[in-house]
T-cell receptor, first 106, second 116 residues
């Protein structure tokens, strides 16, 4: 089945810093989504981005489908950005990566 | 904005008991899913459901699990005889169809199951 690798596994930053999270996947897909899992365990949809670039406030994402990777950018990080970020890819179903745990210190 | 709703948000049960987790998908969606996440681990696919039947299931989804769409709105996951290792967060998701394949998946807030 499809393999999804996220890097880095852990990232610790100071408030105000910028960060880049990466997602590599092993096969071509029709669906790629980024999620933020909050401290209560809820999965928050960030982007549906099988290809191209999207921006939403301080967050943006780019997927290069031909090279099988996606990047999530967070600018001017805030403590509320802390949590685990998941990339998930697939066609009829989503396969999740292991996640990147982001900690933003004040 | 339409959303996927799940009940209960948290359930505590004794080992060996039956549990039913309920989900109301987004009304015009065609594909329905259950995922689970054991504490500290990644989110794992359990089963997908389309056109009133299971379209795909993982090896986790063994005979103790079943899914049902008993009416036009609810989608349920039943665990027949719970084990300690079934303790996890269970997520329901739904999606529509985009150009012949599934579109964006929308996830519910999850049901946390604790088996004692």
């Amino acid at each position: 089945g499809i393999q999804v690798e996220q890097s880095p596994p852990d990232l610790i930053l100071q408030e105000g810093a910028n960060s880049t999270l990466r997602c590599n996947f092993s096969d071509s897909v029709n669906n790629l989504q980024w999620f933020h899992q909050n401290p209560w365990g809820q999965l928050i949809n960030l982007f549906y981005i099988p290809s191209g670039t999207k921006q939403n406030g301080r967050l943006s994402a780019t997927t290069v489908a031909t090279e099988r990777y996606s990047l999530l950018y967070i600018s001017s990080s805030q403590t509320t950005d802390s949590g685990v970020y998941f990339c998930a890819v697939g066609d009829q179903k989503l396969v999740f990566g292991q996640g990147t745990r982001l900690t933003i210190n004040p | 904005e339409p959303e996927v709703t799940q009940t209960p948000s948290h359930q505590v049960t004794q080992m060996g008991q039956e549990v039913i987790l309920r989900c109301v998908p987004i009304s015009n969606h065609l594909y329905f899913y259950w995922y689970r996440q054991i504490l500290g681990q990644k989110v794992e696919f359990l089963v997908s459901f389309y056109n009133n039947e299971i379209s795909e299931k993982s090896e986790i989804f063994d005979d103790q699990f079943s899914v049902e769409r008993p009416d036009g709105s609810n989608f349920t996951l039943k665990i027949r005889s719970t084990k300690l290792e079934d303790s996890a967060m269970y997520f329901c998701a739904s999606s529509g169809r985009v150009r012949g394949h599934t579109g964006e998946l929308f996830f519910g807030e999850g049901s946390r199951l604790t088996v004692l």
